[in-house]
């Protein structure tokens, strides 16, 4: 059968209808791209000005992972401050109403795994954990693994271990008797001989064991006598080395 329209008429026509058609589509295609930029907005972000987009209750703003205070330098996060010495000073000065600063290590007798150990010179770098012992002391013995443990987990973290080996006998303070006892109980930190009780004297100490927790600011922030409480210290040891790096990396 011949159709009514002539041949070429019928291309014509059939031509303007498949370019109108793809004109057509690249116009949706250009109306769909330029509504894509909306979408922070939609997700509590204001895309044109990014000062004013709402902080997270972990103090981080938006999806930049970045919060204002650690912007500007000059805020505070939580409970520590970011990177202005003013507002480190006021923090310091908060923890000192209510905790005791650390003594340093007083007339040391000898060295064992170190060749000094100041107390001081790890502040601002380590959490330290000062550990009152004596070798035949079964207390300290029932709890030197749980300290060998920590210093494998956490030294790496900033946690500095100082055993502080205080004598109760007059053999223990033999040199080489302690030495050949740190050997034996596989202690890798630093020891010092207390011979004096300088240190003990320093701390007020009356126990052994006896374990003080100081923070990276130089506090003494948990103290525990005797055996026991091991999940207890090691989660504070925990949070106090989260501490210590939300401080360092302000």
């Known amino acids: 059968m011949r159709s009514l329209i002539p041949r070429p008429l019928l291309l014509t026509l059939t031509l303007m209808l498949v ?7 690249e116009l949706r295609l250009d109306a769909v791209g330029t509504a894509a930029p909306q979408a922070p907005t939609e997700r509590g972000l204001d895309a044109s000005n990014q000062d004013n987009r709402p902080e997270t209750k972990s103090g981080v703003a938006g999806e930049q992972g970045m919060s204002e205070p650690a912007k500007s330098g000059s805020k505070e996060t939580g409970d520590l401050m970011v990177a202005d ?3 480190a000073r006021e923090r310091i000065a908060r923890k000192g109403a209510e905790f005791d600063r650390a003594k340093e290590i007083v007339n040391p007798s000898g060295f064992i795994n170190a060749d000094d150990v100041s107390i001081s010179a790890a502040r601002d770098e380590k959490v330290i954990l000062l550990d009152f012992w004596t070798y035949s ?4 013995q029932n709890t030197q693994p749980y300290i060998n443990r920590w210093h ?12 502080v080996h205080t004598p109760e006998f007059g053999f223990e303070r033999e040199y080489s008797n302690v030495e050949q006892a740190v050997r034996e109980a596989g202690i890798e930190y630093p020891v010092v001989l207390d011979n004096s009780y300088g240190t003990w004297n320093a701390y007020d100490q009356r126990y052994w064991p006896a374990i003080y927790l100081i923070d990276t600011d130089g506090f003494i922030r948990y103290k525990h006598f005797g055996e026991g409480a091991y999940a207890e210290t090691e989660a504070k040891i925990q949070g106090l080395l989260a501490e210590r790096h ?5």
């Open 85 to 87: 010495p003013a507002a």
């Open 152 to 163: 494998k987990k956490y030294a790496d973290d900033g946690l500095q271990i100082v055993g």
């Open 246 to 250: 939300r401080i360092r990396d302000g």
């Open 137 to 140: 002391c079964i207390n300290c």
């Open 19 to 25: 370019v109108g058609a793809i004109a057509f589509i």
